[in-house]
């Protein structure tokens, strides 16, 4: 079965420091790899999202990941978090041969302080 | 999004009651799912169609079904309340032609006494 492994439940880090949240998939076809975010009491929005050609992908707010094949791994990275940023991170991945079907983990929570 | 509505946003119910959860779009898309979110273990899908007369079950269908009446229309509904059915629900939809992003509402919060 397909799942999405989110290393990290809770993550909490000063404003200014460095962020990367792990990403890791058990499916070894094509995918396709997002990173949406969920800000305290509003829906999940989308960061970022992969599809082919270059590995790294950049989305808003300063975010942004890199697709491993060959780790299975699509991580999350921001060089200076901000205090806005804390929020829930979800990874999700979508099977090439699947029609429409996310897989999501299971979220990192970030707490940036001030 | 503004483009995906869902009514109510709170709702509270109590055990065995039937319950409907409704979600709307205006972004024109075929596709709608429907997923649970629970502490610690992510979204959970619920039940997807990729049109009006395709209605498909996801992970966790048992004690759910939906409700197809319009493209812009997916309801859900809980047969049945039970109090681990206490979550936050959320809609969702998704364009092919988009790569599949999917779009979400604002989710309704359920409180199953």
């Known amino acids: 079965a397909q799942s999405v492994s989110q290393h990290n439940h809770h993550v909490i880090l000063s404003e200014a420091a460095s962020l990367e949240l792990g990403c890791n998939y058990s499916y070894g076809g094509t995918v396709n790899l997002f990173w949406y975010v969920q800000y305290p009491g509003q829906h999940l929005q989308l960061l970022l999202k992969?599809?082919?050609?270059?590995?790294l992908v950049k989305g808003i707010k300063g975010f942004e990941a890199e697709f491993i094949k060959s780790k299975f791994s699509f991580n999350l990275r921001k060089p200076s978090v901000q205090w806005s940023d804390t929020a829930e991170y979800f990874c999700a991945v979508k099977k090439g041969s699947t029609l429409g079907r996310l897989y999501f983990g299971r979220g990192t929570q970030l707490t940036v302080w001030p | 999004d503004a483009d995906v509505t869902q009514t109510p946003r709170n709702r509270i119910t109590k055990t065995g009651k039937r319950i409907m959860l409704e979600c709307s779009q205006t972004?024109?898309?075929?596709?709608m799912y429907w997923y649970r979110q629970d502490p610690g273990l992510g979204l959970r899908l619920i039940y997807y169609?990729?049109?009006?007369?395709?209605?498909n079950k996801g992970e966790i269908s048992d004690g759910y079904s939906v409700s197809r009446q319009a493209q812009a229309k997916f309801s859900l509904s809980l047969e049945s309340a039970i109090p681990n059915q206490t979550a936050l629900y959320f809609c969702?939809?998704?364009?092919?032609?988009?790569?599949?992003?999917?779009?979400f509402g604002p989710g309704t919060r359920l409180l199953v006494l």
């Open positions: 972004k024109g898309h075929d596709r």
């Open positions: 992969y599809f082919s050609g270059d590995p």
């Open positions: 969702a939809t998704s364009d092919p032609g988009l790569h599949e992003t999917q779009y």
């Open positions: 169609s990729f049109d009006v007369k395709d209605i």
